[in-house]
Nanobody, 122 residues
Framework: QVQLVESGGGLVQAGGSLRLSCAAS????????IGWFRQAPGKERAFVAA??????YYADSVKGRFTISRDNAKNTVYLQMNSLKPEDTAVYYC?????????????????WGQGTQVTVSS
């Protein structure tokens, strides 16, 4: 089983940047597709970005601002977030894609981390 721990969240002004990390233990991440999701207060958890061994995927709302990457040697996946907006405020989670079904769907991911809070002030 994989354990995922997110870190790097915090409070930042609009237009600023943060880099989130998703560190794994228990198994190597190199053979898995990993996704980032976020959940704002009162809203459902939503897809942000995902990475496979050869491709990246982004929600329209973050394209051009967020970049997902992975460092297999460190067993970590990153989410670089630039040009942050107040509407990016949420708890951000990483999880492992099961490998079938809609890769943009929450239901297709397992081994969720505990989340890290990102707050963007206007």
């Amino acid at each position: 089983q994989v354990q995922l721990v997110e870190s790097g969240g915090g409070l930042v002004q609009a237009g600023g940047s943060l880099r989130l990390s998703c560190a794994a233990s228990g198994r190597t991440l190199s053979g898995y597709d990993i996704g980032w999701f976020r959940q704002a207060p009162g809203k459902e958890r939503a897809f942000v970005a995902a990475i496979s061994w050869s491709s990246t995927y982004y929600a329209d709302s973050v394209k051009g601002r967020f970049t997902i990457s992975r460092d297999n040697a460190k067993n970590t996946v990153y989410l670089q977030m630039n040009s942050l907006k107040p509407e990016d405020t949420a708890v951000y989670y990483c999880a492992v894609y099961r490998g079938w079904g809609n890769r943009y769907g929450v239901e297709e991911y397992v081994y969720w981390g505990q989340g890290t809070q990102v707050t963007v002030s206007s």
